[in-house]
Structures are given as C-alpha cells and as structure tokens.
C-alpha cells in the first residue's frame, strides 16, 4: 500500500508560481514512477507531469511544457510540480499518482485556483 498526500495548493494571481508537493508513505516509494494529473470543473482528468523512479526522465503535457517542472527526492519520499507564470485555465484540483504493478494509488488532491 502507497498513500499520498498533496499539499501546496491554493489563490494566486495569473503569473504567480505556486510549488505542489506529494508526500508518500507506505511501500518503497521510490522506486516507482509517479505523475501529477489535473482535473478543472466540469472536464475530464488529465495527465499534467510524470517522471520516472530516478528522477532522470520526465514528461509533460504540451499546455504546460516550459512552464511546469515535475522533481522528486527520493530520501524524502516526495514529488513536487513546480508550476511558473501560471494561468486562469491552469485552475484545477491536481493530484498526485503512483503505481505498483496493476496497483494505481492517488493522493486526494489539491485546489489550485489561478485569477486573471
């Protein structure tokens, strides 16, 4: 069992920066890959950052490359988004996610609300 936990969320103006983090706990954490999803009101979830165990490969989603950058440190167990010169339509409760095998385990989210 993997358990998460997000923090870091909250209101900023457009083109603020706000850095979320994903505490886990539970099996070994770091070695597994983890990503960071999104999901505005009314729209589907999507997938906004991921990388890999080590912290050597990364992906983005084109709405944020550039301005979003996904890390991790593994002695503590946590994943951060970095997220610069953010934008109204990135306002969203983004959450964080790992998987073990055919286990998939999410945290429970976190509001980020971004003003124009």
């Known amino acids: 069992q993997v358990q998460l936990v997000e923090s870091g ?11 979320l983090s994903c505490a886990a706990s539970g ?10 999803f999104r999901q505005a009101p009314g729209k589907e979830r999507e997938f ?15 709405s944020v490359k550039g301005r979003f950058t996904i890390s991790r440190d ?3 167990n946590t994943v ?10 990135d306002t969203a409760v983004y959450s964080c ?11 429970q989210g976190t509001q980020v609300t971004v003003s124009s």
């Open 9 to 19: 969320g909250g209101l900023v103006q457009a083109g603020e920066s706000l850095r």
């Open 27 to 36: 099996e070994s954490f770091s070695t597994y890959g983890a990503g960071w």
């Open 48 to 62: 906004v950052a991921g990388i890999n165990w080590s912290g050597t490969s990364t992906d983005y989603a084109d």
């Open 74 to 76: 593994n002695a503590k």
């Open 80 to 89: 951060y988004l970095q997220m610069n010169s953010l934008k109204p339509e």
């Open 97 to 107: 996610t790992t998987s073990s095998g055919p286990r998939v385990y999410w945290g």
